[in-house]
């Protein structure tokens, strides 16, 4: 006897699974078009960390979380060990007006809360530092908004990260 229990049919499974991996593969090809990332020469990753804090606050936003991803790294040590930075961390922060409105365009647009900034340097380029964010897109005035918000502190933190060197 054949089970028929997923999907209703023997193949079910093997289908689901070649769609999920379809799809899969088309979104990985998306992320990296959806990837904004801003270089700020001559300064350093403590001075560019106080400026994203300092833009992040100056919009009336507090930072929720800042994540240090290059020791997340360094600890679980995958693959061959190989640290592309010298300094990493996620910055997390939210605005509960934008969340408000992005959730009642579409309560699936839960998934770009919080905003987050990434800030790091390259190994061996320490005075290279480098702010990216994934954009949100423009399909909906909320997400134009995040999009404008996320723009404005990036610039912002750059600004500042030059202007203290």
Known sequence: MVSTHLFGTPL??????LVFLSLLCIS??????????VRVSHSDFRTAHDGLIEA????????GNVLPFR???????????????GEAEIVQFCSSLLAA???????????????SVALYTLA????EIHLAYRSPGNSTAGRQRAESLLQRI???????????W
């Open 12 to 17: 079910g499974a093997s289908r689901f699974f």
């Open 28 to 37: 990985t090809a998306s992320i990296a078009d959806d990837t904004v990332v």
């Open 56 to 63: 992040i606050e100056s919009e009336g936003l507090v930072v």
């Open 71 to 85: 020791d997340m790294l360094a600890r679980t040590a995958v693959g061959d060990g190989t640290i592309p930075y």
């Open 101 to 115: 409105e992005l959730v009642r365009e579409a309560p699936a647009q839960l998934a770009l809360c919080p905003l």
């Open 124 to 127: 061996g380029k320490p005075s």
């Open 154 to 164: 990036v610039q912002r933190a750059a600004e500042l990260a030059r202007l203290r």
